[in-house]
């Protein structure tokens, strides 16, 4: 027997549109997890968008995450861990939700998870988002999409008739889990008009990337964008390049000798039939390269492909062209100090940091090279990376956004005694474990090991409170103002926060100059 909004007496089998699901319930919340949303079939439907899933005709259980994208656990980053299953049929959803069913629509928090397109999953953290559901009462939602060269290389070069390649495929995903929870969210309590996007890292790329694609307009109606690499996100000719250069790894790594560089069809054929580990492996191998190869950029990305993508996103916030919804936006206090060695990905060491000079003024590298005493020293050029990669983009994006909709930006400052010692401070994702409390992760242990967890605790809650608020009204909580071009006032998280206005303005000026493509 159904009850309003698809929700059966029994509250944990839900109805969607392909079938019903039956979810669990654990530490006093519903959950359901690793429901198909689309279907990205192996062999002939590799590199092509993502198809309508085929019905189910049963109850499906809906008690465990689904697969994780092909990666690889020891690349530049740390990938999933090897018991997590690995398919190329990935692309599931996850939803928790309060333990009463009923009443009034909760608004929807989609989380898109970072990792530089690489690795990662919905599965990294298993409680990851229980809490905001638990104290504010949202409906969160987590989803896989294709990572590595199955969703973020263009090799379009090598398509024919026969295999018809396509690009943005990893964002192609990212809309059909959209699509998806505009068609059945309500059925699990959530409002579709009160869907929030938010990510971090290559996740919030993703956020303010697909705030410039027009096919996800009306999908979500706010964004929050943590520490987004806003420019990292390229024509068509460099991706090229980049396809170029995986299919001459990838050949070398399945020793294919008779493989022709001019022929397409043998590259395509080769593409089609190697095997996930081994494109994994071809993966790491370009993103190892990028770095020293074409400093300042990252090969798995977005492309401005003129169609689903039509335009830089960052031309988009400026022209106005980007979905006019409240964003929430903003980065870490020393987003470059974590990139170091084997994750070393951002322009700090001196010849890459000369390739980014070499593209602007005499006038300009001299104002730059002031705001970063010592460069290319150790910590200058970290915080140079950091800011070229991750800080100045968010700045453009925040402030040309700002003439066209509501923007709240933020720096996030607070950070344990451990990494402080380390030498990393608030460094690239460090919010995430204040944000989603993942204290009790190994990393969440050795960050607060010399103390901390009270501040990051406290901090934290007061961050859940401006996210849900915003989810829930389009607006954080009271006492945070509207960023706008004129004061930019800027509210930091730390022991106490602050609002700060226009912080770090002679850096901004001097950036404004350095980087005029930004």
Known sequence: MLVGGGVRIDDLVVDTDRGAVRGVRRRGLRMWRGIPYAASTEG????????PRAGWGHVLDAADFGPVAPQNRRGQFIGAHPRLARSEDCLRINVTAPDAAGGPLRPVMVFVHGGAYSVGSSDEYPRQGECLVRRHGVVYVSLNYRLGALGWLDFRAYAGPRHPFEVNVGLRDQVAALEWIRRNIAAFGGDP????????????NSVTTLMA?????G????????????????????????????????????????LESESGEDAAAMLLAASPSVLAD?????AQRTPDENPGTISLAPVIDGEFLPVRPLDAFRDGTAHRIPLLIGTNDREGSLFVGRISILPTTKPRIRAIFANTRKKSRKAIKRQYPGLPERRPAADFAGDFTFWFPTVKVAERHSRYAPVSFYRFDAAPRMPRLMGLDATHGLELFALFEKFDTLTGVGLTLLGGRRLYRSVGRRMQAHWTSFAAAGAPSEGWPRYDERMRRTLVFDAVDRIEADPRREKRLAWQEFVPHV
């Open 44 to 51: 002939a439907g590799r590199f092509r968008a993502p198809s």
């Open 193 to 204: 008009d009160r869907v929030t996007l938010f990510g971090e890292s290559s996740g919030a």
């Open 213 to 217: 694609v027009p096919a996800a307009g």
């Open 219 to 258: 999908l979500f109606s706010r964004a929050i964008a943590q520490s987004s690499p806003a420019n990292a996100v390229y024509l068509p000719e460099v991706a090229a390049h980049w396809a170029t250069e995986y299919v001459g790894v990838l050949s070398r790594l399945v020793d294919d000798d008779d």
């Open 282 to 286: 071809a993966t790491t191998r370009l």
